[in-house]
């Protein structure tokens, strides 16, 4: 996994998060600790739902890529989280369904005398039909050094 | 922990969530597996962090009163999330500082028909001084039975 510095920002700039596909037992296992709904961690719930199977947590997409592959890639250069918005939940993510991730920069403003940059992170996860199933975006503080 | 039906719903009622307060133990388990940055998992690291401490990752606390008040109060009658907005990341929250936690119904929509019904949270976390660390808006389709 690529480590990046500011000097890699820049405006649209997009970077790739690669490929997740959780299992069943990876559902049930984040849902215990994070969204303990019936429908996450039972699978008689988790059919009898509107999904009709085993879907994420609304959290777990991002969260996977996050530890996966953003923290690794810029984790360095974060001083601190500023928002998330936009979070859109536009279609479930079940078990074993491989989905990509993508981060662009959409917005990019660096503060040269602060030494500090603020960068707005667009996030777009999609499915095998290449379909949104979940878009976001976090602005984030970054150091610059 | 009272659990809710959507007969309990209504546009701006707020419900309370009780007071999180985390531990240095707290913060860092949570970040080693879900936002692994070092000022979240080492004392050295968190001290020479802007932050001059630890600081709960920016999900945390949002993840706590889910898991400990909102699931239990309201979670027999989610269907699925819809999306999250103008989560702000206002101030750092620290180890062993004591956190509020109230949720307020800031949109409303019923569909008879459909027999389900459509609400946006407000999420207001405050400290000892009673000022926002963080706020943010989850939209939920919960069942109407």
Sequence with gaps: MEKYS?????LHKSFDLGTVT???QDIIDYAKLNDPLEFHINKEAAFKSVFKGFVASGSQILNTFHTRSWVKMFGNTIICGLE??????????????????KTIIVFFKP????????????????????????TLEITVLHRMD
Aim: glycine content about 4%; charged content about 30%; hydrophobic content about 30%.
């Design 6 to 10: 500011f000097k890699d920002f820049s």
């Design 22 to 24: 959780l299992s069943e």
């Design 84 to 101: 998330i918005n936009n979070w859109k939940f536009l279609k479930p993510v079940y078990a074993n369904q491989p989905i990509k991730g």
């Design 111 to 134: 503060n040269e005398e602060k030494k500090h940059c603020v960068v707005t992170w667009r996030y777009e996860f999609t499915d095998e039909k290449g379909e949104f199933v979940q």
